[in-house]
């Protein structure tokens, strides 16, 4: 790190914030007001604010605000008050519900502070627990303005990480408690490893409506579903897609400052072409009366508005741009362009194609010049939306918002074409031979949904009244006796999954519900609740659910996986009451907050004379926190233990110096 004692020594030098041609191309572009560009120059060779969001269900978002507010933002104001330089989060007003907030210092200023140690604690445990996602303030905005809702198919085209994709999950589940979403989302990634990183981010939701697909986003195979007219396959569209594409990436100067002296015009038209192809195959997918929505983190004209404006020339008034901003308000953003100028490596500006030189005409096509002015007023690319830094201290950011209002027409022609091919011609007769898909990457563990003749289902749902279908739940092993983890899924992924697993990628889909208990445990089932799934699950479940009080959940959630589990006689007398008419094995532990609309839900085990909860470290503390309980035990000051780690070197320095003093002193015997 360059920024560090130990990079200086190693001949880093500070990337230097400055490029004189891209100055120059934006400043022609018009992007921004000329009175604000050098306002908009500054910002953007600062450090990018940290910011975050609350992501838990709508009960425990409202309780986890409620301690932000009066643990954490109280503490810091009052450090404020007493004069101290400390900043207080600020809340995104575009963001619903007041679950964003900003906070106008870098992630390492947090970390490095000790007057932000508690709630750089706070944020990194409830990160892991999944409760609040740490994303870049801009980024949220695409899921915003997609609006989905509980019944649509919804299609992530270039997923990884994975941060939009939890808002569009989120959004998924905002129907009624206890009730399945009947749409899906699927997630796409075309990097393999970064797949991963996107099964990790969705699995913190628990969502049995997701799959994890790798494929190129510019050939993404369709998804093929049972027809609801006919016997055949159809393949399936979606009601909501994203589509935010690779880009050039200079609207993220502000933390990836590598960015500024690699900079030139003429990356962002190496770019169009892919991006454009991403969004064109998105178009084919999208259901007619769907919304797609384009973006980048770019600011370049030639990765936007060229994009949008080609994909509604393409479409012949079957496609038009809704209007977001009234989906964002508080959102101080500029509108899309209508005419820009297209430039050079060198940054040499042509205003239309027939002036490119060769060399330059081989980089810059004719269809990354703007429409003509006939043409550009009826696409109404100022309904676009283009986030300029300085207007919240954020980095810049792309949107577009698109309504398909009837079929491609490249699709119809095609059609069209085939329809009027002679009977013995080879595309009628024959069939071309497939190309056999070659997959790369991890090869995955099957996907094996239950049979009517299943026999661990009948147990499972004999034991905990399960409502659920066994056409929900799957295991990733054929073997019997490995069967170790039964997965949950809705019944609209079982239909995808088990017509495309062979002809589509998929890396991960289902909640994990239930494992297999250890041996001896004295349990007459032997599958136990899954806390991975929880909060899916157990809305299904009808026996075996209990209902400690808040003293006896915190008592549970205290005790480490090392230590004797809580004894029964220890808890509260109605919750032991409930112990002693429960025989040994996996319960469900319901505490309902009687002064809010939280429940609290988490797995555990009865024992014979003990009870314990079977929650991984990290999701104790939320939930801790969640019921109120004192965690002060949990807050790990590193400043004060890294003071005093210094003391005691010093007093050790201090005691070996008087030993060699003393030795000094001691006079030779004569």
């Known amino acids: 790190d360059r920024n560090t004692e130990a990079g200086k020594l190693l001949g880093y030098k500070d990337i230097v914030r400055s490029n004189v041609l891209f100055e120059k191309f934006y400043r022609e572009q018009g ?21 975050f969001r609350i992501s838990a269900s709508r009960a425990e978002s409202q309780a986890l605000l409620k301690i932000l507010e009066t643990d954490y933002f109280a503490e810091l104001s009052s450090h404020q008050a007493a004069g101290e330089d400390v900043v207080i989060p600020k809340l995104l007003p ?20 000790e007057v932000y140690f508690k709630l750089h604690n706070f944020l990194v445990a409830e990160t892991e627990s999944g409760a609040i996602s740490r994303q870049e303030a801009v980024s949220m905005l695409p899921p915003l303005v997609l609006g989905v809702k509980p019944h649509h198919n919804v299609l992530d085209m270039c997923a990884a990480p994975g941060s939009k994709t939890a808002q569009m999950i989120e959004d998924l589940h905002k129907g009624e408690e206890g009730e399945l979403p009947t749409g899906l989302v699927v997630a796409n990634d075309s990097d393999n490893a970064r797949c991963y990183m996107l099964t990790h981010q969705a699995k913190r939701l628990q969502s049995p409506c997701v799959i994890i697909t790798n494929h190129d986003a510019t050939t993404m195979p369709d998804l093929m579903v049972p027809s609801p ?10 009601d909501r897609i994203l589509c935010d594409v690779p880009c050039s990436g200079d609207g993220t100067m502000r933390k990836n400052p590598d ?16 991006q454009y192809r991403i969004a064109r195959r998105a178009l084919e997918m999208l259901a007619v009366g769907g919304r797609m929505v384009y973006s980048t983190c770019s600011f370049h004209p030639l990765e936007n508005e060229a994009v949008v404006a080609r994909l509604l020339q393409d479409m012949e008034g079957r496609l038009q741009l809704v209007e977001v901003k009234d989906m964002l308000p508080g959102l101080n953003s500029s509108p899309g362009l209508e005419t820009w100028t297209p430039a050079s490596k060198q940054g040499e ?14 980089q810059i096509r004719p269809y990354m010049f703007p429409p003509p002015p006939s043409t550009v007023a009826s696409l109404c690319l100022t309904k676009c939306v283009r986030v300029l830094p300085h207007k919240h201290n954020t980095g810049g950011f792309f949107v577009a918002l698109l309504e398909k209002t009837g079929g491609c027409p490249w699709q119809e022609e095609g059609r069209k074409e085939s329809k009027e091919d002679k009977p013995d011609s080879p595309s009628v007769t024959e069939a071309p031979p497939e190309k056999k898909k070659r997959f790369w990457g991890f090869r995955e563990d099957p996907f094996i949904y239950f049979k009517p003749e299943e026999p661990i289902y009948p147990r499972i749902r004999d034991y905990f009244k399960l409502s659920l279908p066994y056409t929900m739940f799957l295991t990733r092993c054929e073997d019997e006796s490995k069967k170790n983890g039964i997965y949950f899924t809705t019944e609209k992924v079982r239909h995808v999954m088990e017509n495309n697993v062979d002809r ?3 890396i991960n889909t289902g909640v994990k519900a239930f494992a297999r208990c250890e041996k001896n445990k004295g349990a007459s089932c032997d599958y136990r609740i899954a806390q991975e799934g929880a909060l899916s699950t157990v809305p299904f479940i009808g026996a075996r659910m209990l209902h400690p009080a808040r003293e006896d959940m915190e008592m549970m959630l205290l005790s480490e996986d090392q230590d004797t589990p809580p004894e029964i006689t220890k808890m509260s007398e109605k919750f032991r009451e409930e112990l002693e008419k429960t025989e040994t094995g996996s319960v469900a532990l319901l505490f309902k907050d009687p002064s809010s609309s939280l429940t609290v839900k988490i797995v555990g085990w009865k024992g014979k004379i003990s009870v314990r909860a079977y929650v991984p470290r990290n999701d104790r503390l939320h939930y801790l926190r969640l019921i109120g309980a004192d965690i002060s035990s949990f807050e790990i000051n590193k400043f004060k233990e890294r003071k005093q780690r210094e003391q005691e070197r010093e007093a050790a320095k201090e005691a070996d110096a008087n ?6 002193d001691i006079q030779p015997e004569k």
Not at 36 to 44: K, N, Y
Not at 94 to 113: C, G, H, M
Not at 230 to 235: A, D, H, I, M, N
């Open 349 to 362: 500006f042509y205003s239309s194609f027939d002036l490119c030189p060769p060399k330059v005409a081989a």
């Open 659 to 664: 030993k060699l003093n003393d030795k000094g």
């Open 259 to 274: 960015i500024w002296p690699k900079w030139n015009p003429v990356n962002s038209s190496n770019l169009h072409g892919i």
């Open 31 to 51: 992007i921004c007001p000329e009175a604000e560009f050098e306002e908009m120059m500054e910002c953007l060779k600062q450090d990018l604010p940290a910011s």
């Open 504 to 506: 589509v990628k998929i």
């Open 94 to 113: 575009w963001y619903p519900d007041s679950l964003a907030y900003q906070l106008n210092l870098t992630r390492r200023e947090i970390r490095r502070q």
């Open 229 to 238: 007219t006919t016997s055949t396959l159809t393949p399936m569209l979606y």
